[in-house]
């Protein structure tokens, strides 16, 4: 068996995890005070003709506060003596240190109990279950189905548990009543005595939007993951490309270095050929005066004289 938490477990510390910010966990943080201001709002629109509301596990008292604003004649209990004595002075009198397994003197127009009963054992939960269905003809109940984290939670259940808990006592849920204000699994029941049919098309009324909506919206996600998909592979041939860019920009700049080192290339080649046709062009010129020389009259006088030595020597081999 489970054992319950005790007011020990919910000191001022508790409520630490609660504050946001610099907001800490009171009626005279405005961001509380807008949401219990919103809440106790939007809570008596759907319950209609409310006069008097009892809060379960109120905490420190701000619901109980909202709704004394609004005009309702509201009250609420809770475990935990270190906040009941932190509630706001306008509500000191209207709150108590109280197990919402004890029994409830007289009866309310609404019943509220927000994020309590995952705190409590099993058996302690269905105690208190049987205690607010048994003081009330309306219900506004909200309880985590997913938190486990938190220490204190030692009872948590699905949506689906407490609806059919509620059930049993003679309770249903209104399904078309919006609680997403609250909590997302937040539920506001009535008490009544629906046939099957009417519990079926309630349900069913409910369940087939539900249903078409979840399966449009399935349809989307995978829409868009298919896109995502498409544009990453996208954004994959883009990178591919930019990278086939840099290697043409990479290629480019390389021409760019080969045609400057021809050009100057092409400038010593130019040079070279200058000199070369320089060269040729003295030598041309050197040629023609040799021509010149041996063409002279001086020129053929000294070959006669040196004629018959050259014969002398060719015959004496000298």
Known sequence: MTSGTTSEDYSLKYFAHLSDGDEDYSWESAGWRAFFTGVAKRTLEIAGDVQTV??????????????????VDAKGFDLSEASIADAPEPVRDRVWVGSATEPIAGHYDLVTCIEVLEHMSPEDADRAIDVICGVTDKILMSSTPLDFTEP?????????????????????????ADTGFLTPWAIYLERGHPTTRELVHRY?????????????????????????????????????????????RA???????????????????????????????????????????????????????LSPVAAVKRRTGR
């Open 251 to 305: 290629l480019e700049h390389e021409l760019l270095r080969l045609r400057d080192h021809a050009i100057g290339c092409e400038a010593v080649a130019g040079t070279a050929r200058y000199e070369r046709d320089r060269a040729l062009e003295m030598a041309a010129t050197a040629r023609d005066e040799l021509d010149a020389v041996r063409a002279s009259e001086r020129w053929r006088v000294g070959g006669v004289l």
């Open 152 to 176: 204190t939670h030692i009872n948590v259940r699905p949506v689906a548990y407490w609806a059919a808990a509620f059930a049993a006592r003679g309770f249903y849920r209104r399904m078309d």
């Open 204 to 248: 069913e009324a409910t369940l087939q939007p539900m249903r078409a909506e979840l399966s449009e919206k399935r349809q989307g996600l995978l829409d868009a993951s298919r896109t995502i998909a498409r544009l990453e592979s996208q954004q994959d041939t883009q990178e591919e490309l930019e990278v086939e860019r840099d290697r043409v």
């Open 54 to 71: 009892l809060d379960v596990g109120c905490a420190k008292g701000l619901f109980v506060m909202a709704l004394l604003e609004q005009g």
